[in-house]
């Protein structure tokens, strides 16, 4: 039972900077667990439990600060539930290494938006009918990795908003833990019904990643972005290379 204490501090650390940087905390929980020989479907099960414990927090604090755009969430969050339901389905049948091969490949993927995020400028807010064709294929596209790899659509959601719809950054993050709730939740009880999670794992990972998403959503308004940028790109890399060579190195 005390085995898996070490996911308790894990999901703390993960909430902290998921919910500082709109990408939810998955993307720091799935490679440990899975460098420690979780499955994929138990990794990105657990690790959506997490994910939607971070998002809860991080909205209620967010929410206070009036930084949330319901409006431009709600649609989002929407159009992206059938995506987090067609992800689960494909975890169920994905092997080991292309699970670590393409999640390699989407670290690599937000490793870039991370290091690039303030070089993002936000313009008018732009809600046009080619806009909104835009965002219903990415949202869709966000709810498939959210529910496949556990990680939260943060990774297309955050850039969506602010290149495309030209939200500002203060506002895509939060936005983007807004609509996590959603896509986490649906892609939670779709894992639950096909047997995928394991809940004492995944209530220690949440509880830590509640705690971590208050702190980082006040962190966010402090704390210096630019250094969290660097490490936090630096360390993705180097899991991603792991995950790839861990992958190229095994059957499919």
């Not at 896509?183 to 394991?198: E, K, T, Y």
């Not at 004492?200 to 966010?220: T, W």
Request: proline share 3%; hydrophobic share 55%; net charge positive.
């Amino acid at each position: 039972m005390f085995d898996y204490l070490w996911l308790l501090p894990l999901g703390f650390i993960a909430g902290i900077i998921g919910s500082m940087i709109g990408l939810g905390g998955g993307f720091v929980v799935v490679p440990v667990l899975t460098f420690f020989g979780f499955s994929p479907t138990l990794a990105a099960s657990n690790s959506l439990f997490a994910a939607f414990s971070n998002a809860v927090a991080s909205t209620a604090s967010y929410a206070k600060q009036k930084r949330i755009v319901y409006s431009i969430g709600i649609k989002l969050a929407l159009l992206s539930i059938p995506g987090t339901i067609l992800g689960v389905y494909i975890s169920d049948e994905i092997s080991s290494s292309l699970f670590k091969l393409l999640f390699g490949i989407v670290l690599i993927g937000s490793s870039g938006y991370i290091y690039a995020r303030r070089k993002m400028e936000s313009k008018e807010c732009n809600l046009s009918k080619q806009i909104m064709v835009l965002a219903v294929g990415a949202s869709f596209f966000a709810g498939i990795i959210s529910s496949l790899f556990g990680i939260g659509g943060g990774t297309v959601f955050v850039p969506l908003m602010v290149v495309a719809i030209g939200l500002s950054m203060k506002l895509a993050a939060p936005t983007s833990q807004f609509i996590l709730l959603f896509a986490a939740a649906s892609g939670m009880i779709m894992h639950s019904i096909l047997g995928h999670p394991d809940y004492y794992q995944a209530a220690l990972l949440s509880a830590g990643a509640f705690a971590g998403g208050i702190l980082g959503s006040r962190l966010s308004l402090r704390v210096e972005e630019g250094r969290l940028r660097i490490l936090v790109t630096i360390v993705l890399i180097i899991t991603a290379i792991k995950l790839i060579i861990d992958a190229v190195g095994a059957p499919f």
